[in-house]
């Protein structure tokens, strides 16, 4: 028996075919996804049939090289990116694109929603979670503010995921950890939470799916989309975003274990069987895709200085990896900040990068790019050690690839 | 990395996380239909295979990484209220940023 695991990211989309009792790999299928062209600068929105499309085709070439009978995958899960809005009419169609989690459109729409909360103290009391300029929050109070006629229409609100769920099983629901970057759920009692509803829309409840503990299966694929693909009987489970998703693929369900991810950004999280919130609201204090909780750090500047830094010098990732070598821990006392990006943890975001501590004796080629490559994880670090300060006990760190 | 963490990193073999993670989390909830209540543990530690690739910290940098690393924080702390003054000299001297 095998199951079917799919990533919806904002890149592409990824199915992998395993094998139930060994955890092997036997099929892997990648199918790239269009953004909407054309938008003002900050806007990024994706159409959700793109997703649609992708995943049929991922799910193809995944059957085909893994040559066994579809009938033999009896479940599968889905993986999607965080925040991002999608807006239904009455048919479950969508109305427009989805606004993604990396829009930066919504600014004016989150203060508003904190200021109608009290200010940010007092929205962090209320829902135990910060409101960032990402979650899907403000993106619904931009189509009301900016597309009322859309906005008309919206009878349920879904995120990625669930739309995926949707299509796949007929069912609209929406899981506790993905549900927990929506700005909309205190993350505590796991209900939706009042007062930032009716900040945006007295009547938004009707518009929001049912919450449910992400043990909970969503349903069974539909025959007419099973049929499509030669499954018989194939189970869906909740699914969630992708951090919550990528923490269980790194075996990070208990506590002490983290999942550090580095790419553009650099996200580390760690499963906590209670909540875990930061008052001064850096840690983003998500839950998880399992039951429990998944507290968050996510900094902007990862890979970004290298890569301009490579580009500068014409070197590739082996070159790089040469002059780090070539220097000693600490590069000679020339320190790095690395905020070309300005920075969200620390909350810099003005902020930008600097060299600090050259002399005559640092200056060179291996040190500037080993203290680039200390400095992005001394970053990380600052805010790894206010999640320390918060109570996690972190004992490993499982690295996972750029994402 | 592992020594300014100081902790170890380990990677895993199977590098897409969250589509592995997603086709897990089927598993576990496949098996909690038939009726069988296995552990999210049991389940990862079962199917996860981790990878050669690993970094251990040298006990021996520890106290030198927590040097650099106040450095590092003292050093952005301090310089905190110039990064606003010196982004508008730049945005009305030169070009606009645009970044978050």
Same mark, same amino acid.
């Given at each position: 028996?095998?199951?079917?695991?799919?990533?919806?990211?904002?890149?592409?989309?990824?199915?992998?075919?395993?094998?139930?009792?060994?955890?092997?790999?036997?099929?892997?299928?990648?199918?790239?996804?269009?953004?909407?062209?054309?938008?003002?600068?900050?806007?990024?929105?994706?159409?959700?049939?793109?997703?649609?499309?992708?995943? #049929?085709?991922?799910?193809?070439?995944?059957?085909?090289?893994?040559?066994?009978?579809?009938?033999?995958?009896?479940?599968?899960?889905?993986?999607?990116?965080?925040?991002?809005?999608?807006?239904?009419?009455?048919?479950?169609?969508?109305?427009?694109?989805?606004?993604?989690?990396?829009?930066?459109?919504?600014?004016?729409?989150?203060?508003?929603?904190?200021?109608?909360?009290?200010?940010?103290?007092?929205?962090?009391?209320?829902?135990?979670?910060?409101?960032?300029?990402?979650?899907?929050?403000?993106?619904?109070?931009?189509?009301?503010?900016?597309?009322?006629?859309?906005?008309?229409?919206?009878?349920?609100?879904?995120?990625?995921?669930?739309?995926?769920?949707?299509?796949?099983?007929?069912?609209?629901?929406? #899981?506790?950890?993905?549900?927990?970057?929506?700005?909309?759920?205190?993350?505590?009692?796991?209900?939706?939470?009042?007062?930032?509803?009716?900040?945006?829309?007295?009547?938004?409840?009707?518009?929001?799916?049912?919450?449910?503990?992400?043990?909970?299966?969503?349903?069974?694929?539909?025959?007419?989309?099973?049929?499509?693909?030669?499954?018989?009987?194939?189970?869906?489970?909740?699914?969630?975003?992708?951090?919550?998703?990528?923490?269980?693929?790194?075996?990070?369900?208990?506590?002490?274990?983290?999942?550090?991810?580095?790419?553009?950004?650099?996200?580390?999280?760690?499963?906590?069987?209670?909540?875990?919130?930061?008052?001064?609201?850096?840690?983003?204090?998500?839950?998880?895709?399992?039951?429990?909780?998944?507290?968050?750090?996510?900094?902007?500047?990862?890979?970004?200085?290298?890569?301009?830094?490579?580009?500068?010098?014409?070197?590739?990732?082996?070159?790089?990896?040469?002059?780090?070598?070539?220097?000693?821990?600490?590069?000679?006392?020339?320190?790095?900040?690395?905020?070309?990006?300005?920075?969200?943890?620390?909350?810099?975001?003005?902020?930008?990068?600097?060299?600090?501590?050259?002399?005559?004796?640092?200056?060179?080629?291996?040190?500037?790019?080993?203290?680039?490559?200390?400095?992005?994880?001394?970053?990380?670090?600052?805010?790894?050690?206010?999640?320390?300060?918060?109570?996690?006990?972190?004992?490993?760190?499982?690295?996972?690839?750029?994402? | 990395?592992?020594?300014?963490?100081?902790?170890?990193?380990?990677?895993?073999?199977?590098?897409?996380?969250?589509?592995?993670?997603?086709?897990?989390?089927?598993?576990?909830?496949?098996?909690?239909?038939?009726?069988?209540?296995?552990?999210?543990?049991?389940?990862?530690?079962?199917?996860?295979?981790?990878?050669?690739?690993?970094?251990?910290?040298?006990?021996?940098?520890?106290?030198?990484?927590?040097?650099?690393?106040?450095?590092?924080?003292?050093?952005?702390?301090?310089?905190?209220?110039?990064?606003?003054?010196?982004?508008?000299?730049?945005?009305?001297?030169?070009?606009?940023?645009?970044?978050?």
């Amino acid at each position: 028996m095998y199951s079917l695991g799919i990533d919806s990211g904002t890149q592409g989309t990824k199915a992998l075919i395993i094998e139930m009792d060994s955890g092997q790999v036997i099929g892997r299928g990648y199918e790239h996804h269009q953004m909407v062209a054309g938008l003002k600068p900050g806007e990024s929105e994706q159409s959700p049939e793109t997703w649609i499309k992708a995943m #049929e085709v991922a799910i193809t070439k995944a059957l085909n090289s893994a040559k066994i009978k579809p009938s033999e995958i009896v479940c599968l899960g889905v993986s999607g990116q965080q925040h991002g809005f999608v807006p239904l009419n009455k048919n479950f169609c969508p109305i427009r694109p989805a606004k993604l989690w990396n829009d930066t459109s919504t600014v004016e729409e989150t203060e508003e929603i904190i200021n109608a909360l009290g200010g940010k103290k007092s929205f962090i009391e209320k829902l135990g979670i910060s409101l960032a300029v990402g979650y899907t929050a403000s993106k619904i109070l931009w189509l009301k503010k900016h597309e009322l006629r859309n906005y008309e229409k919206l009878k349920l609100i879904l995120l990625p995921h669930n739309y995926l769920n949707l299509y796949l099983t007929g069912q609209p629901q929406m #899981e506790y950890g993905d549900a927990s970057g929506t700005g909309l759920m205190d993350i505590r009692t796991r209900n939706w939470q009042e007062d930032v509803l009716k900040a945006i829309d007295p009547t938004l409840k009707e518009k929001l799916p049912p919450l449910s503990h992400p043990q909970e299966a969503v349903g069974y694929v539909k025959k007419e989309i099973a049929e499509k693909f030669g499954f018989k009987k194939v189970l869906v489970s909740s699914g969630g975003g992708d951090n919550m998703m990528a923490a269980i693929g790194t075996g990070n369900v208990s506590e002490g274990r983290c999942t550090l991810s580095l790419g553009t950004s650099g996200t580390i999280f760690s499963y906590s069987s209670s909540p875990v919130i930061d008052p001064e609201g850096e840690i983003a204090a998500f839950c998880d895709s399992t039951g429990g909780w998944l507290p968050l750090l996510c900094t902007m500047n990862v890979t970004n200085t290298t890569e301009l830094f490579k580009g500068l010098f014409d070197l590739d990732n082996e070159d790089l990896e040469n002059l780090i070598k070539a220097s000693q821990p600490g590069a000679d006392g020339l320190i790095f900040l690395p905020f070309i990006d300005g920075e969200r943890v620390p909350v810099l975001p003005q902020a930008s990068a600097v060299f600090f501590g050259l002399n005559r004796h640092n200056f060179n080629q291996s040190n500037i790019a080993r203290a680039i490559i200390e400095g992005t994880i001394l970053n990380l670090n600052y805010g790894f050690s206010r999640m320390k300060s918060l109570g996690l006990k972190p004992k490993e760190i499982r690295a996972t690839g750029c994402r | 990395m592992a020594n300014i963490f100081q902790l170890p990193v380990v990677t895993l073999e199977e590098p897409e996380s969250a589509a592995y993670g997603a086709a897990l989390q089927a598993i576990w909830t496949y098996k909690k239909e038939k009726g069988e209540n296995i552990s999210w543990n049991d389940l990862v530690n079962k199917l996860i295979r981790k990878s050669p690739m690993a970094a251990f910290p040298d006990p021996n940098l520890a106290n030198f990484y927590r040097e650099l690393q106040n450095q590092f924080d003292s050093l952005w702390r301090r310089l905190s209220l110039e990064f606003p003054k010196h982004r508008q000299f730049i945005d009305s001297h030169f070009f606009k940023v645009t970044s978050e």
